[in-house]
C-alpha cells in the first residue's frame, strides 16, 4: 500500500537506471569514438550531495559509476570523445568544449559544474544547499564538493569535516 508519489520516484528511478544501462551500452559499442563519459547532475537546489560531487567528472567507459545514484535521482551522462578529455596527475578532465547547459537560473556554460556553479550563487542560497557551517567551509575553508562526501558518496557530518579537514575549518 504506496503512495501515489511513492510509486512516481520507484518508477523515475527504475527508468532512469534503464535509460544509464542503456546509455553506457552505447558507449561501449562505440568505446573507439567515446571511450569516456561525464557525469551530468541538476544544477539547482535539490541536487543531492553525491550528485553534487559527482557532477562534471569524467570516466572511462565501464570504469566509473552509473546513475541513479539514489532513489529519485536526476543525474545523467554524457559521452566525450577522446579529443574532448585529457589525463592530468591521474585524474581525467573535459576540456572546455563550449556550449550551454540548463540550470535553475537558465542557460549556464556547459563547462560549468555542480562546485563552480554554486560558488557563483548567493549566500543566501549556498546556506540553502549546504547548512551554515558546510556552506562556511566552502566559501571560506576552499571545501569543494567531493570533499563533502566520503568515497562512498555519503554525506559527511560536521564532526567528520573538523577531523578530515581541520585547516579548512581553522579559516572560518
Given amino acids: 500500500n504506496i ?4 510509486a512516481e520516484r520507484m518508477v523515475r ?27 551530468v547532475s541538476t544544477l539547482d537546489g535539490k541536487t543531492s550531495p553525491i550528485c553534487r560531487s559527482r557532477d562534471g567528472k569524467v570516466w572511462r567507459v565501464n570504469d566509473g559509476p552509473l546513475p541513479p545514484a539514489h532513489f529519485n ?25 563550449g556550449g550551454t547547459r540548463a540550470s535553475i537560473d537558465g542557460q549556464v556554460s556547459a563547462d560549468l559544474n555542480y562546485n563552480d556553479w554554486l560558488k557563483k550563487q548567493s549566500k543566501a542560497f549556498q546556506v540553502d544547499v549546504l547548512g551554515k557551517q558546510k556552506a562556511e567551509l566552502f566559501r571560506k575553508g576552499g571545501l569543494t564538493m567531493d570533499q563533502f562526501v566520503n568515497n562512498k558518496g555519503q554525506e559527511l557530518t560536521l564532526d567528520q569535516l573538523k577531523t578530515k579537514y581541520p585547516s579548512a575549518w581553522g579559516k572560518i
Fill in 13 to 39: 528511478t527504475a527508468l532512469s537506471h534503464t535509460s544509464a544501462v542503456a546509455r553506457n551500452k552505447s558507449y561501449e559499442d562505440n568505446s573507439d569514438l567515446v571511450p569516456y563519459y561525464e557525469w
Fill in 73 to 97: 535521482c536526476r543525474s545523467t551522462t554524457s559521452p566525450l570523445f577522446k579529443s574532448d578529455v585529457k589525463a592530468t596527475d591521474g585524474k581525467l578532465i573535459k576540456l572546455d568544449e
Fill in 3 to 6: 503512495s501515489r508519489s511513492s
